[in-house]
């Protein structure tokens, strides 16, 4: 059983275009991360939110509380956006619970 | 530069060999934490502290052990490493108490147990 569900799990894009990767989550939560894996490894906090949307440069994190669900877009998307991106909440507890991630690739 | 580093970055061993992988981060957190990921599985956690001398189990602690004597190190041990062992691990850290915060993770540490 996965408490955080993510989809596409894999997604091709060309060059400009509009991305949206889906979170859905089944437990109560105190805060939902966006994450971004490089294919060095190397794991960046992208966002923390709790409610509503947050924008940075051409990302942005939408939440539905009640809806328990939570979508990432990338705006005129680039190649070097390619990486996977995971969805984590933090339950009330503190612990976080991760998706298994959504590898993209952005073609020139 | 705030950082969580975590070595070595690679190493290739045989089994029953004891290793450990040393994490040590730079911004005074209470709450460190070690995770394996594994294809088609995500990141799942092994252990986690939320301050010194104190540890717990997270989702796949068999075979691993740690220690928290210092707040800035939290070792991950694997007395006798098996090939189902064989993964990347990653250590992260955050502030502890309180409001919910982000995690700053290490670079990752890949190992393969032969």
């Known amino acids: 059983k996965n408490e955080v569900e993510q989809s596409p799990q894999n997604l091709t894009a060309q060059e400009g275009e509009f991305i949206t990767i889906n979170c859905s989550y089944s437990v109560g939560i105190s805060a939902l991360h966006w994450l971004q894996q490089h294919p060095g490894g190397g794991i960046v906090s992208l966002f923390m939110l709790s409610s509503g949307k947050k924008k940075h440069g051409r990302l942005i994190a939408t939440i539905n509380i009640q809806e328990k669900h939570s979508s990432l877009h990338i705006t005129a998307s680039h190649p070097r956006d390619s990486a996977v991106y995971i969805c984590?909440?933090?339950?009330?507890?503190?612990?976080?619970?991760f998706g298994t991630g959504t590898s993209l690739t952005v073609i020139p | 530069e705030a950082q969580v580093t975590q070595n070595p970055r690679y190493l290739i061993t045989v089994t029953g060999k004891k290793l450990t992988v040393t994490c040590s981060q730079n911004?005074?957190?209470?709450?460190m934490s070690w995770y394996r990921q594994d294809p088609g599985l995500g990141l799942r956690q092994i252990y986690y502290?939320?301050?010194?001398?104190?540890?717990d189990k997270g989702d796949v602690p068999e075979g691993y052990k740690v220690s928290r004597k210092e707040k800035r190190n939290f070792p991950l041990i694997l007395e006798s490493p098996s090939p189902n062992q064989t993964s990347l691990y990653f250590c992260?850290?955050?502030?502890?108490?309180?409001?919910?915060?982000?995690?700053?993770f290490g670079d990752g540490t890949r190992l393969s147990i032969l």
């Open positions: 984590a909440v933090t339950n009330t507890g503190n612990q976080f619970y």
């Open positions: 992260a850290s955050r502030p502890g108490q309180g409001r919910v915060m982000t995690q700053h």
């Open positions: 502290s939320m301050n010194v001398e104190v540890t």
């Open positions: 911004m005074n957190h209470e709450y």
